[in-house]
RNA sequence: GGUCUCGUGGCCGAGUGGCUAGGCGCCGGUCUGCAAAACCGUUGACAGCGGUUCGAAUCCGCUCGAGACCUCCA
């Protein structure tokens, strides 16, 4: 196994080898959704982010045990000053049970990530089935004296916290600084400092998603299930956190925190975020209500967008920026996205039908390192895609006859697309099977044959006709050397 | 206001001191009854000003502009 691997760790602010704390073992939390309503493009950000980081390292040979949560409690609503939870909300309004809300969001997470070939994680644990463990926590967080209890809630103690260990150091904040400048809101009597995060909440009446504790009946707070939930899987040190960068303060600052408040060890060895989606330059985001839904991409169906976008063009716009770059969202962009993919995964249909020569006229050893090369520095995967793009060139100048490749080289060549494109970025062709639709094959079938008489006849007025009528149903027809070939748009 | 990040050709987006990023578009060409598609090739940039250096998109300073976080908000 090579390991030349860097990573960025945000902890050190520096690209770091990649060494697992227990090889070839490597433990990988990430921070999944809150099911409270549809994933929209910014959720498919960090979802195929570390399905990258998930399948190179299963690439390079190691073991991966990837954890990425549901978050179905402990999620509160910002606009509603009573501390109510997200999915409680919701289930009341549309009068469901909240377990209801979260199953069917979960399952349309899940079909939309399964839409952009997103690898299931190794597990997918709920808050909701971790109270327990999450009272543990909040437990041993108040044995070690880093916590403390007021009206039934129980908060962590960042000023105490802060004098053995620094709070601060993931997100390079210096806790003077936040005491000047965290706002005072009302209601939050309870807590020592308005920075204190909520460990444990006491339930409002209305509050109907609650649990019994030794505190009051009430529900854990929203930086709680990570820790708990991570430790429970990964121990109380592993290799790899990620999330979006958003969560940065305060949430993987306080499960820093948390972790090493109960247990006196930093939870994580490598601390990676993904930037932002961004639309018209501002983040792309529930609270400001300019998201997209993947839905809608996949449809079309918003007035944002000029077409519909299959999971694989959203897919390919991902990767072909870097994480930790904002990415911005267009149609042009997408629409550029759309074509290049279709460049891309079309020289991968070519490669495979290359004949080989006695000489190679391109090194095809060199482009494959430097595909790893593009990925072993810190995922690189715009890199690797102009990589691979010149890797289509070539297949392309071989099909031409403009240059040769030798057998051993063409079988690299195709090890190299079906490692890069298929199993680590994960781009698949989408064209659809046409089971279902064998009699319009065959119907197309005579058409077309028709159509070839016409032309053969010289009779381009019947056979322009045939396909001027035919792209008014919205049926292409494109004349290619190996005859005419058809699409529906 | 505080902390941090960023400003690359028509668009998107890599690159952190000298060596072609790449994709889309444009333009030229090949192919073609025409069209489309496909393929090949070319063009074109480092926000502004100043500094360091033999040499800067890349380092430093200032100016202008944008964004993220600072809230029990992915």
């Not at 997918?124 to 403390?148: C, F, T």
């Amino acid at each position: 196994m090579e390991n030349n691997l860097f990573v960025y760790n945000t902890l050190s602010r520096k690209k770091e080898l990649f060494e697992p704390l227990n090889p070839p073992l490597v433990g990988m939390y990430v921070c999944g959704p809150t099911v409270y309503g549809d994933a929209h493009l910014g959720h498919a950000r960090p979802a195929i982010t570390f399905d990258l980081v998930f399948r190179y390292l299963q690439h390079l040979g190691y073991k991966v045990r990837y954890i990425r949560n549901i978050t179905d409690v402990g999620h509160l609503e910002n606009d509603a000053d009573e501390g109510e939870d997200k999915i409680a909300k919701k289930a009341r309004l549309e009068q469901l049970e909240p377990m209801e809300v979260a199953q069917y969001f979960s399952d349309r997470y899940h079909d939309n990530m399964d839409a952009l070939n997103v690898k299931h994680p190794s597990i997918e644990p709920r808050a909701s089935g971790h109270i327990i463990e999450q009272m543990e926590l909040v437990q041993k967080i108040l044995d070690a004296g880093y916590a403390y209890e007021a009206n039934g809630s129980v908060y962590f103690d960042v000023e105490k916290y802060n004098k053995t260990y620094h709070y601060g150091k993931l997100s390079g904040r210096v806790l003077e600084d936040l005491m000047a400048n965290t706002r005072e809101l009302e209601g939050q009597d309870e807590k020592r400092n308005s920075f204190d995060f909520a460990l444990w909440k006491k339930a409002q009446p209305e509050h109907i998603m609650r649990w019994h504790s030794p505190w009051s009946e009430g529900f854990p707070g929203w930086h709680l299930e990570c820790s708990a939930m991570s430790a429970r899987y990964l121990g109380e040190r592993f290799d790899i956190h990620g999330g979006g960068m958003d969560l940065l303060f305060p949430h993987h600052e306080s499960e820093i925190a948390q972790s090493q408040a109960a247990n006196g060890i930093e939870p994580v060895k490598y601390w990676l975020h993904n930037n932002m989606i961004t639309i018209n330059g501002q983040k792309m985001g529930k609270s400001l209500g300019n998201f997209i839904k993947l839905d809608e991409f996949f449809k079309g169906s918003n007035a944002s967008l000029t077409q519909a976008y299959s999971p694989m063009t959203i897919r390919f716009f991902i990767l072909q920026a870097h994480y930790r770059s904002p990415l911005d969202f267009s149609n042009e962009a997408l629409q550029a996205a759309e074509k290049g993919l279709k460049r891309l995964l079309q020289g991968m249909e070519t490669l495979q039908k290359l004949q080989p020569s006695a000489t190679s006229t391109s090194d095809i050893s060199q482009l494959q390192s430097k595909c790893y090369e593009a990925m072993n520095d810190d995922f690189n995967s715009p890199i690797l895609i102009a990589n691979l793009f010149e890797g289509v060139r070539i297949i392309n100048s071989v099909n031409d006859k403009k240059e040769s490749i030798t057998a051993e080289d063409l079988a690299l060549l195709k090890k190299l697309f079906a490692d890069f494109v298929t199993d680590i970025l994960g781009l698949i062709n989408e064209t659809s099977s046409g089971e279902q639709n064998k009699l319009i094959d065959e119907l197309m079938d005579v058409i077309l044959l028709l159509r070839q008489n016409a032309r053969a006849n010289k009779d381009f007025g019947t056979s322009d006709k045939i396909r001027d009528e035919l792209a008014k149903i919205s049926i292409s027809v494109k004349d290619t050397k190996e005859g005419a070939v058809w699409n529906m748009e």
